[in-house]
């Protein structure tokens, strides 16, 4: 009776986690309010400033701040600033040698928020792949898309997809 309640557990249990959806939920991009949606290729700047981002968003639920090892000059270290928001993460990259100050990668963990091009936390893998295209290449979990026209507007936006549901978006420039 045990033996047989077991194997039927497991059975149950490794199709449950196997699954991908089988109907991937498409992107409505109209029933999200305009504020939440980021709009390409404007909102990913790589001049953005973090005031403009505590301008648009507010004071953010926590700052981490790290210097990036091997960046050591004088003294000094460039430094990694991420401002955390509620499903969202706006991170600087701050050259401690140089004026040189940019907005270096925007990161979507909550479904509320969505990117004009059709893309959203929680739609599936195929969805996405029908807005952006074969990713440029996928590494695990991570699938990294290259879009844009020219390099002035060119970014890369990696999904990050869990048995088949993209779990994360981060988009970064393209710097070449």
Known sequence: MYVRLFLCSAIFLT???????????????ESIPDRLIFEYPGDFAITTTEQEIR??????????????EGTAAN????????????????????SAREDFHILAATVLT??????????????????????????AFVQEDSHVFSVGDSPADRL?????????????????????
């Open 156 to 176: 890369n936006i990696e999904l990050v997809v869990n048995r088949g549901v993209v779990t994360e978006i981060a988009i970064s420039p393209d710097i070449p």
């Open 55 to 68: 301008a648009r968003w507010g004071t953010p639920t926590s700052v981490d701040e790290l210097p990036i």
């Open 75 to 94: 003294g000094e270290r460039d430094v990694r600033r991420t401002y955390h928001y509620d499903g969202l993460e706006f991170i600087f990259y701050e």
């Open 15 to 29: 199709f449950l986690f196997s699954c991908s959806p089988d109907d991937p939920r498409p992107v409505d991009l």
């Open 110 to 135: 909550g479904e509320q928020y969505a990117v004009d091009l059709g893309l959203q936390v929680g739609m599936g893998l195929s969805v996405a792949e029908s807005a952006l295209g074969s990713p």
